[in-house]
């Protein structure tokens, strides 16, 4: 593992925890007690959904970058 994918994976882990223990409870709570807007519910549905895509592919990116200044 190389030190840039490292650096990356804890940056994700922590994006991935503010997400997912703080920002999308908050937001599902607003929404139960009607206090959210139908933007912030979307963002927290795309977060969601797209955090742990976006850490895929930047990782598998950072991989074959390595990769290939390696060979």
Do not use: C, Q, W
């Not at 994700?12 to 519910?41: D, Q, R």
């Not at 592919?57 to 970058?65: A, C, G, Q, S, V």
């Amino acid at each position: 593992m190389f030190r840039s994918e490292k650096g990356v994976k804890r940056l994700f882990l922590f994006l991935m925890i503010f997400a997912y223990v703080i920002y999308i409870p908050v937001t599902l709570v607003e929404l139960i007690n009607g206090t959210a807007a139908i933007g912030s519910v979307i963002t927290a549905v795309v977060l969601g959904v797209g955090l742990p895509i976006m850490r895929k592919r930047y990782l598998n990116t950072i991989k074959e970058n390595d990769y290939n200044h390696s060979a």
